[in-house]
């Protein structure tokens, strides 16, 4: 039977290698489980950031200039509501706002996000199998020194300004991991879980953060690796140097592995920081360096190539 990965994913650089192990993997061999913790209300809609950024990369339908959002867009409907005093902080393109409005719909009439998530999957021509982290509400709460915001309340509306003191996911206790993932991770078949090069604190810990979920990653026997979002002291996209400065922990790609290290088997570091494999050495963490910047297709192929590599090179002889 062939080999099944699990990948833990949000925002644009996550699903950069999401593109790339997707080049490399059947269908059925991989799946994608992404953070909702970014989900919110918008004018009377369910808007899943995290969920579709994938969607649009998988599909070849993201916006090259950000990474997010769909290509060819056009931005009348926000003009106008901006110009008609409406709450225009948020940008919802013309083509992007159907999705939003076809989930809202389903969800409803009652269909849960998973199903809704599949729907919208199959209606853009993925193959793979993405799904919501769970099919709960949880809502990341950035905790700043002008007070508590919530997530795009900080990231969009305040454009990351306020200096961060810590994070919280309001409903994470009650949230349900997603039956699909839950079953992957005690699947025999499942060779590798990845922890995309997301940010730590706002992308993967939200998921982390769901009852049971670390001990099922620390209890699985498949090899768990993470690739870092930091190269040489900086994010490549996003504000996770920001806030590491801000939180006081060192802005470098060891600080992320040690962030994880509970769960960790394995750490992916960029050619640039080569020089701390001896320090996770030291804390018996395998690690590899290898170019992780993805401009291109081929840059995020041939990342996703080496994640693989790396996973089998860790299964005990």
């Known amino acids: 039977m062939n080999p099944r990965y699990l990948a833990i994913t949000g925002g644009v650089g996550g699903a950069k290698l999401c593109v790339g192990l997707a080049r490399l993997l059947a269908a059925e061999q991989l799946t994608f489980l992404v953070n909702t913790g970014d989900d919110f209300e918008h004018l009377g809609l369910h808007v899943s950031p995290d969920l579709d950024t994938p969607t649009y990369a998988l599909s070849d339908l993201s916006n090259p200039d950000t990474g997010w959002g769909r290509r060819d867009e ?49 209606a853009h021509g993925i193959a793979h199998t993405l799904l919501p982290m769970t099919d709960d509400p949880v809502r990341t709460q950035v905790h700043t020194t002008e007070g508590t915001l919530a997530f795009q309340h900080y990231f969009v509306r305040e454009r990351c300004v306020p200096a961060v003191t810590g994070f919280s996911f309001a409903g994470v206790e009650r949230a349900t991991l997603n039956d699909h993932a839950r079953g992957l991770l005690a699947d025999p078949t499942l060779a590798g879980v990845i922890l995309c090069p997301s940010n730590p604190f706002v992308s993967v810990d939200p998921i982390l953060a769901l009852p049971g979920l670390r001990d099922a990653l620390r209890d ?24 590491m400065e801000e939180l006081r922990v060192p802005q470098t790609a060891l600080a992320v592995a040690m962030h994880y290290e509970d769960i960790l088997d394995g750490f992916i570091l960029d050619a640039a920081d080569e020089n701390l494999i001896p320090a996770l050495a030291a804390r018996n963490l395998p690690a590899i360096a290898t170019p992780s910047v993805m401009v291109t297709l081929d840059d995020k192929i041939a990342l996703a190539r080496t994640t693989l590599a790396f996973i089998h090179s860790l299964y005990a002889p």
């Open 220 to 243: 699985c026997p498949a090899p768990v690796v993470a690739v870092s979002p930091i190269v040489a002291g900086l994010a490549i996209k996003g504000p996770t140097a920001k806030m």
């Open 74 to 122: 056009s931005w009348h409907f926000i003009e106008t509501l901006r110009g008609l005093g409406g709450e225009g902080w948020f940008n919802l393109g013309d083509r992007d706002l159907a999705l939003h409005v076809l989930r809202s719909q389903w969800l409803r009439s009652g269909l849960r996000l998973g199903e809704v998530t599949d729907r919208l999957r199959r």
